[in-house]
């Protein structure tokens, strides 16, 4: 075992040991899903939600600004709601995403809805209105991991470094401050045909093998703002070799192998499901496909409704956003131009539903 991987294992331990003591509800889910897993059994998936997607940045690889704007949009009391039926599913986890979650004026109230003491709780951030005081804030109100992105290690080439000085080490000693207070971190970053082999990735993983944090590494997807760009996508000796660095590095994980060297597939809609702010789920923040509204039905009807698209029924071996050729031509292209996200009745024919 390397000194990565044991360094993470024993992360991942401490946590559990600091949730036993302040959160044994999230706890004993935990030993739970261990139950689970080890009878072969699926767990629940994590809830990836954007309750607003009010942000304080123009990023241009960024998706959420472009959903389509609806009426209504999830509450305080929705939040609250969604909880209590996360907790009859035996789901352990919510991850926030915006937008910037930080930019909202009641993210605090979003936390308190939810009901920290119950779940594991993730906030996906760009960092800019981090400081060590809001970090131990964020800690006392129960978040206990947080996702920074960070798309190079090299000053000079961090995106949008040029219009915002100081960004970079800024992000730097946020990802070091959150680890010292006691939080899981992880740094999101994006890989492109154009970026993926950059030195500037192994400079990335070096800094988070010796600090011991994660390396998230999401593929570019042609939707949103990168609607049609088929350019920018992974192809299969590019896959490989993140695959091969995350043999060689625990910190550097995907979605599709959150281990070393182990492949679980797709996640979507079996260990990640997105809710946007207007109450769409979809199979993750990449596939733009509605499969039901939490304001029309039970959030458990609707997964299964969603297991029961071959897509997602039959798990693919690779990422359907962003590395599934098919998919993404026969089934991705179809949503653009059209608001955003697509029913998945206007997606999929009826021999695709079990």
Request: charged share 25%; glycine share 6%.
């Amino acid at each position: 075992m390397t000194d990565s991987k044991k360094a993470d294992l024993c992360d991942r331990m401490q946590t559990r040991e600091r949730l036993k003591i302040e959160k044994p509800i999230v706890y004993n889910k935990f030993i739970e899903l261990d139950a689970k897993l080890n009878k072969g059994e699926a767990p629940p998936p994590v809830i990836e939600i954007g309750y607003r997607y009010d942000c304080n940045l123009k990023c241009k690889h960024c998706f959420a600004s472009l959903f389509d704007k609806k009426e209504k949009s999830l509450s305080l009391l929705d939040m609250k709601n969604l909880s209590e039926q996360a907790n009859e599913l035996g789901i352990y986890q919510f991850i926030l995403q915006g937008g910037e979650p930080l930019y909202w004026p009641d993210f605090d109230d979003v936390v308190n809805a939810i009901n920290p003491k119950e779940f594991y709780m993730g906030l996906v951030t760009n960092a800019t209105l981090l400081n060590r005081e809001k970090i131990i804030h964020l800690r006392n109100i129960g978040i206990d991991k947080i996702v920074m992105s960070l798309d190079s290690y090299d000053v000079d080439q961090f995106e949008g470094i040029r219009n915002r000085p100081g960004l970079f080490d800024h992000t730097i000693a946020m990802l070091l401050q959150a680890k010292e207070v006691g939080l899981r971190v992880v740094i999101n970053t994006l890989a492109t045909k154009q970026n993926v082999r950059d030195p500037q990735l192994l400079e990335l993983v070096k800094f988070a093998e010796k600090h011991n944090i994660i390396v998230y590494v999401n593929f570019a997807a042609p939707i949103g703002n990168w609607e049609g760009r088929y350019d920018l996508l992974l192809d299969q000796d590019d896959a490989d070799y993140i695959y091969n660095l995350n043999r060689q590095h625990e910190v550097i994980k995907r979605d599709i192998f959150p281990y070393m060297g182990i492949k679980v597939g797709c996640p979507a809609f079996r260990e990640i499901v997105y809710i946007t702010q207007y109450g769409d789920v979809l199979p993750c923040p990449f596939i733009h496909i509605s499969v039901g509204n939490i304001f029309d039905e039970p959030l458990s009807r609707i997964i299964e409704k969603g297991m029961r698209v071959k897509w997602f029924k039959d798990r693919s071996q690779v990422c359907l956003a962003c590395e599934d050729v098919n998919f993404i031509k026969n089934k991705i292209s179809k949503t653009y131009g059209l608001p955003s996200p697509v029913s998945m009745h206007e997606i999929f024919t009826e021999d695709e539903f079990d």
